[in-house]
């Protein structure tokens, strides 16, 4: 198949210029995944404006950049983010019923684009492969349970996210 996978970074908080380096950053990490992945050519990653929405196809993944908690999309759609409310060191959720990916940006150390994009990542990678926290057993550097994001993603973080490319989504770019 020859197709681009697209992971959407849509800003509805935090910093343009982390947002800006976060995306650089996670363009670095997709020709590995894509590299292993039969069902794509090509992969982007694309920061869209918190104003914008768009055209996703149904293999596409959008992460949502909030500026706290106060501002979850997912709250806002009927969903419930308990679990970041009650750990503070939780920088992301994903709600696999409502398909919505969210990262805190206040949570970020300093704005770091590095932690951001890390955290980008991972929120991608439960959405992908439909998977709650259970993603996290065995897992290790990007992926696995409070995960550093200092590094670059493992071997393993490409694999699984190789093994997940191409499950349709049908994610929403408009919230």
């Known amino acids: 198949m020859s197709s681009t996978f697209t992971l959407y970074v849509k800003q509805k908080g ?34 869209v404006d918190e ?16 500026r ?3 501002k979850s999309i997912i709250v806002k759609k009927g969903g419930s983010i308990a679990m970041a409310e009650s750990n503070g060191n939780i920088l992301g ?5 409502l398909k919505i990916c969210e990262v805190y940006y206040d949570r970020i150390y300093d704005g770091s684009a590095k932690e951001l994009s890390g955290a980008c990542y991972h929120e991608a990678a439960h959405i992908l492969s439909n998977l709650d926290n259970s993603l996290h057993k065995g897992q290790n550097g990007f992926l696995k349970d409070a995960p550093d994001y200092y590094g670059t993603p493992t071997e393993e973080n490409t694999d699984f996210m190789a093994k997940h490319l191409g499950r349709k989504i049908k994610m929403d770019s408009s919230l």
Do not use: H
């Open 14 to 47: 935090g910093s343009l210029d982390s947002a800006q380096k976060a995306v650089t950053l996670l363009k670095t990490y997709l020709p590995s995944i894509i590299a292993k992945a039969s069902s794509f050519s090509s992969a982007d990653a694309v920061l």
């Open 68 to 70: 706290n908690t106060a």
């Open 93 to 97: 959720l994903t709600d696999l019923n």
């Open 51 to 66: 104003n914008a929405s768009p055209t996703l196809l149904e293999t596409d993944v959008i992460v949502y950049i909030v």
